[in-house]
């Protein structure tokens, strides 16, 4: 059984910075393809970035690139997130996602076999 689970939001002042963890087991990580989406409240599902297996790049919306960064240990099978400079606008519900595929990475949600329950990231202003 495949579980995904999220650590480390909460509510940030903006400008602050808060670090999001995801830690998967019952899936060989080294297999997948690993993102973080968000949601805000009456908004679409957004991906926020993508970290391919095999050669580790990742990718960024153009609403976080130089302020996230995104990486994974996969001796730990763990999935972080560092965000710095946060705005209000980052608010929002944060999934980790997995993907099956070496090399890739998607854009769209329903390209992600397996989700966290999310992590609920606050930016006041």
């Known amino acids: 059984q495949v579980q995904m689970v999220e650590s480390g939001g909460g509510l940030v002042q903006a400008g602050g910075s808060l670090r999001l963890s995801c830690t998967a087991s019952?899936?060989?990580?080294?297999?997948?393809?690993m993102a973080w989406f968000r949601q805000a409240p009456g908004k679409e599902r957004e991906r926020v970035s993508c970290?391919?297996?095999?050669?580790?790049?990742?990718y960024y919306a153009d609403s976080v690139k130089g302020r996230f960064t995104a990486s994974r240990d996969n001796a730990k099978n763990t999935l972080l997130l560092q965000m710095i400079s946060l705005k209000p606008e980052d608010t929002g519900m944060y999934y980790c996602?997995?993907?099956?595929?070496?090399?890739?990475?998607?854009?769209?949600?329903?390209?992600?076999?397996?989700w966290g329950q999310g992590a609920q990231v606050t930016v006041s202003s």
């Open positions: 019952g899936l060989t990580f080294d297999d997948y393809a």
């Open positions: 970290t391919s297996a095999g050669s580790g790049v990742s």
């Open positions: 996602a997995a993907a099956s595929g070496r090399g890739v990475c998607y854009r769209e949600p329903d390209q992600y076999q397996y």
